[in-house]
């Protein structure tokens, strides 16, 4: 079964629209992060939670607002989006003090 | 700020070959040092690990990885490789400041298997 679980898996937007991407781990870690990986550059970091607070923010744009409504939710909110904003999205957790961080599967998201 | 350099985007290799990626780091100090691979359309999966103590560490499927502090290095090896071992590896180091610390990335190495 998959421990960390992101939907939807595609998705395709217009500009100027709104999404949320959607992440869920199963594995009973406390932290959990945002990534971004496209064409133009090498995976990135963008946000960081710990215990449901926000612990370190990569993300320049006020659009990407991750939204922690669960211990094991992190959820990405991007609004007005662009074309740049196409990229897969990913999302990854650990537990407290270890550093190793587990990924999940990925949204693949297409800005029109 | 700490940066990860991986200087090969792309090696092949033929099969049953040993195999070395090469890996860099720029930090004042030790950071935790990681390796990822990434199979094609899928997420990426932890390969092996260094946080301290001895310098050469065993991760899955027969990859280990050394770590040299004097050469600011943490070099990817196998013995032998298989078909299946193509994918997109990537390194990542931490500066473990503990809790939610970031992963930085270098760009990734495909490797390439030739039968």
């Known amino acids: 079964d ?5 939907k939807p898996k595609y998705l395709v937007a217009v500009t100027g629209s709104e999404k949320i991407l959607i992440c869920e781990q199963y594995l009973g870690h406390n932290a959990m992060y945002w990534y971004r990986q496209s064409a133009k550059k090498p995976l990135e970091f963008m946000f960081s939670y710990s215990y449901q607070k926000l612990m370190d923010n990569q993300t320049a744009s006020s659009r990407f607002q991750p939204q922690s409504s669960k211990k094991n939710h992190l959820d990405l909110q991007i609004t007005a989006l662009k074309p740049d904003d196409s990229a897969t999205y990913f999302c990854a957790s650990s537990q407290d003090r270890e550093y190793e961080q587990y990924f999940g599967p990925g949204t693949r998201l297409t800005v029109l | 700020a700490q940066s990860v350099t991986q200087p090969d985007a792309r090696v092949t290799v033929s099969e049953g070959a040993s195999l070395q990626l090469r ?52 070099h990817l090896r196998k013995a032998s ?22 992963l930085t990335f270098g760009k990734g190495t495909q490797l390439i298997i030739q039968p």
């Open chain 1, 2 to 6: 998959p421990k960390i679980i992101q």
């Open chain 2, 23 to 74: 890996c860099k780091y720029s930090y004042s100090a030790t950071p935790y040092l990681f390796w990822y691979v990434q199979y094609p359309r899928q997420g990426l999966q932890l390969l092996l690990k260094y946080y301290s103590g001895d310098p050469v560490v065993q991760g899955v499927n027969g990859f280990e990885a050394e770590f040299s502090k004097s050469n600011s290095s943490f």
């Open chain 2, 81 to 102: 490789v298989h078909w299946s071992d193509s994918a997109v590896y990537f390194c990542a180091v931490s500066i473990g400041a503990g809790g939610a610390d970031r």
